[in-house]
C-alpha cells in the first residue's frame, strides 16, 4: 500500500520536530526543509501529495511559495495546507487567496493537525467546474445543476443562475474554504453586479431559501465561507 508524501516547509525546529513525529506515527513519508527556496525545489523534485507550508519563511516566503506552486502546471494540483500564526487572519485570506487548500493555525494539538491533513488529502485537488458533479445529494438537499433544480426534503426551490452556480461550487468542494474575492472570481457572472461585499448578499439568500439546510453554508470569521456536509441531526 502506498504511503502518501507530505513535504513540509517550517523553519522553527520545534514545531517542525512536532510535526514530523506525528505525521510519521501516522504512516505518512515526511520530507522537510527548513525556508521557502529549499521547500519549493523540494516540492518540484518529489512531488508530494500535500504540501504543509508555514507562511512565515526566511527568504522567500509562504504566501509566494504557495502562489508560484499554483502557477506551476506540474505543482498547481497539489493540495496545500497553510500553517499561521493565530489571529492573522489577513495571512489566511490572502493564502487562500493564492490558491492554499485549508489552513491550521498556531498553537494547534497534533490531532488537530493529523485530522487537517487527513481531511485535506481526502478532499483532492480542486475540482474545475465542468469535473464537478452536475447532481449533489446532502441529507435531503439536492443540487442538480444540469436541470437547475434544487430540492429540500422533495420540495422544489427557485433560485437564480447565481445563486445556483454558488451553491453548486460550495457544496462540490465540502470543507473547503473559500474567500469571497476566489467565490466572486469563480461562480459571479454576467448577471450579477460586482461589489465588495456581493457575495454576502448571495450567502443570506441561499440561507433563507435553504431552510432547515440553511446552517451548511458556514461563515469562517474574517475570511469567507465554506459548505458542510454533515449528516444533519
Known amino acids: 500500500m502506498k504511503r502518501e508524501q507530505i513535504v513540509v ?10 510535526i514530523e513525529y506525528n505525521l510519521a506515527r501516522e504512516g505518512y513519508r515526511v520530507r522537510a526543509f527548513r525556508d521557502g527556496e529549499e521547500g519549493l525545489e523540494g516540492v518540484r523534485r518529489h512531488a508530494p501529495d500535500l504540501v504543509l507550508l508555514d507562511l512565515m519563511l526566511p527568504g522567500l516566503d509562504g504566501i509566494e511559495v504557495c502562489r508560484r506552486l499554483k502557477q506551476d502546471p506540474l505543482t498547481r494540483s497539489i493540495p496545500i495546507l497553510m500553517v499561521t500564526a493565530k489571529g492573522e ?18 498553537p494547534f494539538s497534533p490531532k488537530e493537525l493529523v485530522a487537517r491533513v487527513a481531511a485535506v488529502m481526502r478532499r483532492g485537488p480542486l475540482k474545475e467546474d465542468r469535473g ?71 450567502i443570506g439568500a441561499l440561507r433563507k431559501k435553504l431552510g432547515r439546510h440553511r446552517d451548511r453554508i458556514e461563515t469562517v470569521r474574517g475570511v469567507g465561507y465554506r459548505f458542510s456536509d454533515a449528516v444533519l441531526a
Open 9 to 18: 516547509i517550517e523553519d522553527e525546529n520545534d514545531i517542525l520536530d512536532v
Open 89 to 106: 487572519e489577513s495571512d489566511v485570506v490572502l493564502g487562500l487567496g493564492v490558491g492554499a487548500d485549508d489552513y491550521v493555525t498556531k
Open 132 to 202: 464537478a458533479g452536475e447532481r449533489l445529494s446532502f441529507d435531503g438537499l439536492v443540487v442538480d445543476v444540469g436541470r437547475h433544480e434544487v430540492t429540500v426534503d422533495g420540495a422544489p426551490i427557485s433560485f437564480t443562475a447565481t445563486e445556483l452556480r454558488l451553491l453548486h461550487f460550495l457544496a462540490s468542494h465540502p470543507g473547503r474554504v473559500f474567500t469571497r474575492d476566489h467565490l466572486l472570481s469563480r461562480v459571479i457572472g454576467e448577471d450579477a453586479v460586482v461589489l465588495d461585499r456581493n457575495i454576502d448578499v448571495h
